[in-house]
């Protein structure tokens, strides 16, 4: 019986080194994903995205969204920045379509009636989630590859596992040396 429970202390020894090499370095990671998500969850109460306008002409036709598009790339290319675009989010319900830039963080919501631009807004959001993703990196050195949010989110999933997995052995083991301890007696 003794034999058992120096088993089971020297196995709750093992996951504590274990628990402490992983979590120690993961320490950062772990702040800042818990950070960013909570960010990311409360975003619109918070206020880091732009609210979704709606457009004031109702029953007409709509423009098309070549037109959306190039007002989107004129706009972009007076004020001097890559008008390349990441993505058109287009709501024909609201009658507003918002663009996304590829490498900056402005969002354009354009009429869908008129192709007028309604407002012109940063995106903090983007930010938090790039940071959130590991996707920053690879937008600050311009690489396409996403290399570095693999990397990034392969090693912080498999470093959360890992502390799941040893945080259950370090609860569950006392338990059981107090049960051996128990029927010891």
Request: proline share 3%; with cysteine; aromatic share 12%.
């Amino acid at each position: 019986m003794r034999k058992d429970i120096r088993k089971l202390a020297k196995q709750t020894r093992f996951y504590r080194r274990f628990h402490k090499f992983i979590a120690v370095p993961m320490l950062f990671f772990m702040l800042l994903l818990g950070t960013t998500g909570l960010l990311l969850t409360w975003k619109a109460e918070l206020k880091l995205q732009p609210p979704s306008l709606q457009s004031a002409f109702t029953n007409q036709s709509l423009v098309s969204l070549s037109i959306i598009e190039k007002n989107a790339i004129r706009y972009a290319d007076s004020l001097q920045l890559s008008s390349t675009i990441n993505r058109i989010d287009y709501r024909p319900a609201k009658g507003i379509a918002k663009i996304r830039f590829e490498n900056h963080f402005t969002e354009l919501q354009i009429d869908c009636y008129t192709g007028k631009i309604i407002s012109v807004k940063q995106r903090p959001d983007t930010v938090i989630e790039m940071i959130h993703d590991g996707s920053i990196m690879d937008y600050l050195f311009k690489s396409k590859s996403e290399n570095v949010k693999l990397f990034y989110s392969t090693i912080t999933s498999f470093g959360l596992i890992l502390l799941a997995f040893s945080g259950f052995w370090l609860w569950l083991k006392p338990k059981q040396i107090k049960k051996h301890k128990i029927k010891k007696h």
